[in-house]
């Protein structure tokens, strides 16, 4: 089973490169023209874990967008659950797929990215630890939206990793808004502010256990809510 997975999603695996290639361009920390800097920290192998874990949210949204509603809509899942298959264990094994694939591609892009703009790999590992916790947030939106959505999944689940890719842009956004309105929306979105402090912290050398459980939280309730959703409905 594991092997017609892979199979199948063969071609969004190869639309992770031009997207890690355009997460390279834009990362500052490869970027050090006049020298590499270990005092910046913010540049270094610690620092480019944002962009690592802006890879690791989008690699999930690619690989797991319509896994669920599109099989649903086209009537795949006659046929998959034409047999004694369990729903849950069928998707939950799609979902553990493409996170191990997700947190595959950042070790790559950690790595790839070193060697190529500074020539050799100077660690960075404990950096892992958000795009670790990236993509179970952004694999939990995906999988709820998957489930609970006929379709669109994949451009909504997009449009709520913007803010974590554009923070500016929401606090513009946001600027003018109530403050019940503001927590509303900030409470609904992925936990920027938690990401924040894992990166900040990571910078400093110290892990903000409080942050990560909150992001953690996050992103198992979701999938905790795509999974009862998935249970409760009536397949074909």
Known sequence: MIAIMLRDVRWRLAS????????????????QHEGFDPGAVALGPLGISAAVSHLAALSMIV?????????????YSRLIFAHPTSPLAYY????MLAYLLS?????LFLV?????????????????????????????????????????????????????????????????AAPTVRQTILLVLPPLGAFQAIWDGLLFGSLEWGAIAFA?????ALLAAGAILLTQREWP
């Open 63 to 75: 690989l797991l967008g319509g896994f669920v509603s599109t099989d649903r809509d086209r009537g």
């Open 112 to 176: 790839l990215g070193q060697l190529v703009a500074w020539g050799t790999v100077l660690g960075g590992w404990s950096g892992l630890i958000l795009p670790a916790i990236t993509a179970i947030v952004y694999g939990g939106l995906i999988a709820f939206f998957s489930v609970f959505l006929p379709r669109g999944d994949t451009w909504l689940a997009f449009l709520f990793f913007l803010p974590t890719f554009f923070p500016q842009l929401l606090n513009l956004a946001l600027s003018q």
């Open 103 to 107: 947190f595959a591609a950042a070790v």
């Open 92 to 95: 939950g094994t799609r979902w």
């Open 16 to 31: 992770l490169v031009p997207i890690a290639v355009l997460l390279f361009a834009l990362e500052p920390g490869f970027h």
């Open 216 to 220: 953690l939280l996050y992103g198992t």
